[in-house]
């Protein structure tokens, strides 16, 4: 059975870290570009970050330098270590497969509709 489960969230302060993780089961791991996505209350889901399956990466702009993506395909999981969080990163966050060798600004848009394969989501709380 085709599964993407993403586990990790939870309550943390401002300033805390955390560690994401999106298990793959059921398809070919390695052939699958895989992303983060995020929607807080009454947004529009934002990507966060993907990574193709060689381990190139792609941050979005509100991220960078707080959010690492990587990715074991040994084990079918990528993860996302997210730092510094601030209350704006409050959201469910997602994640995604395409099959797809590359991972590019334009697929973490909100107009891309590639993505193949979505997980439950699981919600991180950033709040004192």
């Known amino acids: 059975q085709l599964q993407l489960v993403e586990s990790g969230g939870g309550l943390v302060q401002p300033g805390g870290s955390l560690r994401l993780s999106c298990a793959a089961s059921?398809?070919?791991?390695?052939?699958?570009?895989i992303g983060w996505f995020r929607r807080a209350p009454g947004k529009e889901r934002e990507g966060v970050s993907c990574?193709?399956?060689?381990?190139?990466?792609n941050y979005a702009d509100s991220v960078k330098g707080r959010i690492t993506i990587s990715r074991d395909n040994a084990k079918n999981t990528v993860y996302l270590q997210m730092n510094s969080l601030k209350p704006e990163d409050t959201a469910v966050y997602y994640c995604?497969?395409?099959?797809?060798?590359?991972?590019?600004?334009?697929?973490?848009?909100?107009?891309?509709?590639?993505?193949?394969?979505w997980g439950k989501g699981t919600l991180v709380t950033v709040s004192s």
């Open positions: 059921g398809f070919t791991f390695v052939n699958f570009a």
């Open positions: 990574i193709t399956s060689s381990g190139s990466t």
């Open positions: 995604a497969a395409d099959f797809q060798p590359r991972c590019t600004a334009t697929m973490m848009g909100i107009d891309y509709y590639g993505w193949d394969y």
